[in-house]
């Protein structure tokens, strides 16, 4: 290999580039919609919406500008894959609160979205990125701080419509961000990764990550209105179909107490809610066709 390498005659990249879009539910007690809140108790589900990590760019190009963490990768001794964990880590500071080498041992959901390239996307040449959407629990983004190679870390409010487009809003709401004020090709790449992920949301169990171990089908409901803001059904009819539908039997289970009997949680309202969590073994099938 090394004798290849003296010999070839074809350039070798330092290392390609991948850049992550983190994206998180922030929970926050605001006021709610009627169909969940329980008007007996005055109790009521807390406001979630999308957020996702940007920094802000320390050097040149785009110097001051925000865009998504990541970085190159070492191309002697990671895979892509690898670079965008240790990337994940190291521009969010999770590095304390996750461990493991690979996805399958992170607390996070980590998924490749694409590889983008145009001439003009780097003004520093042919530099394409490979781009991933990892989906975080909030738990695990309290500390953010910035990498080494950024001036800062932040969670921005993601807001896309097909009117107005993609605006970014800090948490303290005094700096809203559009297509122009992100770095490179970023704009684009949210974009898709925000469809991927709504896309992701309503045909396999990623919510998973996002949700306590246990939880009520009302904490589910949220969280997924929350990435699909297309979704509106409302809780109950969404609970009716969700236990009732064949095609998702076994998705969830109930949870019960040592001596069998359903454990409930009454945090958010006056009746007791039953609890659940994911079947880690159920595989969603979607098809288009009739199944023979």
Same mark, same amino acid.
């Given at each position: 290999?090394?004798?290849?390498?003296?010999?070839c005659?074809?350039?070798t990249l330092a290392?390609?580039?991948?850049?992550?879009?983190?994206?998180t539910v922030?929970?926050d007690r605001?006021?709610q919609?009627?169909?969940?809140?329980d008007k007996?108790?005055?109790?009521?589900?807390?406001?979630?919406?999308?957020e996702?990590v940007?920094?802000?760019?320390q050097g040149?190009p785009?110097?001051?500008?925000w865009a998504?963490?990541?970085?190159?990768t070492?191309?002697?001794h990671e895979s892509?894959?690898?670079a965008a964990i240790?990337?994940?880590?190291?521009e969010?500071n999770?590095?304390?609160?996750?461990a493991?080498?690979?996805?399958a041992?992170?607390?996070?959901?980590?998924e490749?979205l694409?590889a983008?390239?145009?001439?003009d996307?780097d003004p520093?040449g042919y530099?394409?990125?490979?781009?991933?959407?990892?989906?975080?629990h909030?738990?695990?983004l309290?500390?953010?701080?910035?990498?080494?190679?950024a001036?800062?870390a932040?969670l921005?409010r993601v807001?896309a419509d097909?009117?107005?487009?993609?605006?970014?809003?800090?948490q303290?709401?005094?700096?809203?961000?559009?297509d122009?004020?992100?770095?490179f090709d970023?704009?684009?790449?949210?974009?898709?990764?925000?469809r991927?992920?709504?896309?992701k949301?309503? #045909? %396999?169990?990623? *919510?998973?990550?996002?949700?306590?171990?246990?939880?009520?089908i009302a904490e =589910?409901?949220? +969280?997924?209105?929350?990435?699909v803001p297309?979704?509106?059904?409302? #809780? %109950?009819?969404? *609970?009716?179909?969700l236990v009732?539908?064949?095609?998702?039997?076994?998705? =969830?289970?109930? +949870?019960?107490?040592?001596?069998?009997?359903?454990?409930?949680?009454?945090?958010y309202?006056a009746?007791?809610a039953?609890?659940?969590?994911?079947?880690?073994?159920?595989?969603?099938?979607v098809?288009l066709?009739?199944?023979f």
């Amino acid at each position: 290999m090394e004798e290849f390498k003296e010999n070839c005659e074809y350039p070798t990249l330092a290392g390609l580039p991948v850049d992550i879009c983190i994206f998180t539910v922030i929970t926050d007690r605001l006021p709610q919609p009627a169909d969940v809140v329980d008007k007996r108790s005055l109790k009521s589900y807390p406001a979630k919406w999308l957020e996702m990590v940007l920094v802000q760019r320390q050097g040149s190009p785009f110097q001051g500008k925000w865009a998504l963490p990541g970085g190159f990768t070492d191309i002697e001794h990671e895979s892509l894959d690898k670079a965008a964990i240790r990337e994940l880590k190291e521009e969010t500071n999770l590095k304390a609160s996750v461990a493991g080498g690979d996805s399958a041992n992170l607390d996070i959901h980590l998924e490749q979205l694409k590889a983008y390239y145009h001439p003009d996307r780097d003004p520093r040449g042919y530099i394409p990125t490979v781009a991933y959407v990892a989906l975080v629990h909030e738990r695990l983004l309290t500390d953010l701080q910035a990498g080494g190679d950024a001036m800062k870390a932040s969670l921005f409010r993601v807001q896309a419509d097909s009117h107005e487009g993609l605006r970014l809003i800090s948490q303290d709401e005094a700096t809203i961000l559009t297509d122009d004020d992100l770095a490179f090709d970023h704009a684009n790449i949210i974009r898709d990764a925000l469809r991927f992920l709504e896309n992701k949301m309503m #045909t %396999t169990t990623v *919510a998973a990550t996002l949700l306590p171990p246990e939880f009520t089908i009302a904490e =589910l409901h949220q +969280v997924i209105r929350a990435v699909v803001p297309s979704f509106r059904v409302s #809780t %109950t009819n969404f *609970a009716r179909d969700l236990v009732k539908t064949k095609s998702r039997d076994g998705m =969830l289970e109930e +949870v019960r107490h040592i001596d069998g009997t359903p454990k409930k949680s009454n945090r958010y309202s006056a009746r007791p809610a039953q609890l659940y969590k994911f079947n880690a073994a159920f595989e969603a099938h979607v098809s288009l066709y009739p199944r023979f």
